[in-house]
């Protein structure tokens, strides 16, 4: 099975600052994708960005960016110009692309704190 | 456009006691997705249905059942609630279940069982 690791439980970053958040993945498929959720106190689950593996350029959404090292299974996520309302928990998470490695495996999450 | 919605958002059962977790979406999305959420653990999988008329077990569906009512609508059921499934449990829907296909949530279910 697949495993998805967020190995920094909190992270905290100043207002204005940018924020690098880590994200790794275990898997013997070449062919998946990869997307950033963010959940803030509301509880509602959004997504932040994704990625599909075959894709060399690193996905882009504003002041949302990825660094996706595929030989390093390695999908970090850059938040630059911190705003306060992006304090949130956020969660990376794998598709593959067969069988039951096709349902979204979640990491356990970074918490964000956004100082003023 | 509601999106997903899901009922109840809270819920206390005791030990024994059964309910069923109402989702709907109104995207026409086919796929749809039970998740619970503890702390530390990140969004586990329940059940899932890839299209209308299936259903599949996720990586923790013992003490679970669902039924894909029809291409809008799934439900979780406990049939005796356990301790254990206290949990945040949210219901999502996608376009399909494969590819780039992104989740689409609903708002959460918090329940406690005593």
């Known amino acids: 099975a697949q495993t998805v690791t967020q190995s920094q439980p909190e992270m905290s970053v100043q207002e204005a600052e940018t924020v690098t958040l880590s994200c790794t993945y275990d898997t013997s498929e070449s062919d998946y994708y990869l997307f950033w959720y963010k959940q803030p106190p509301s509880r509602q689950m959004i997504l932040v960005i994704r990625?599909?593996?075959?894709?060399?350029q690193n996905a882009t959404e504003n002041r949302f960016s990825v660094n996706f090292q595929k030989a390093a299974k390695s999908f970090s996520l850059k938040i630059s110009d911190s705003q306060l309302g992006d304090a949130a928990m956020y969660f990376c998470a794998y598709r593959g692309s067969s069988g039951s490695a096709r349902q979204l495996t979640f990491g356990s999450g970074t918490q964000l704190t956004v100082l003023p | 456009n509601a999106g997903v919605t899901q009922t109840p958002k809270f819920q206390v059962l005791k030990t024994g006691q059964s309910m069923t977790l109402q989702c709907a979406q109104d995207?026409?999305?086919?796929?749809m997705y039970w998740y619970r959420q503890d702390p530390g653990m990140g969004l586990r999988l329940i059940y899932y249905?890839?299209?209308?008329?299936?259903?599949d077990k996720g990586e923790v569906p013992n003490g679970y059942n669902v039924s894909r009512l029809n291409k809008r609508e799934f439900s979780l059921r406990l049939e005796s609630a356990a301790p254990s499934q206290t949990s945040v449990y949210f219901c999502?829907?996608?376009?399909?279940?494969?590819?780039?296909?992104?989740?689409?949530f609903g708002n959460g279910t918090r329940l406690t069982v005593t």
């Open positions: 995207m026409n999305h086919n796929s």
């Open positions: 990625q599909e593996a075959y894709k060399q």
């Open positions: 249905s890839a299209s209308e008329g299936t259903t």
């Open positions: 999502a829907s996608s376009e399909w279940d494969r590819n780039n296909s992104p989740l689409h």
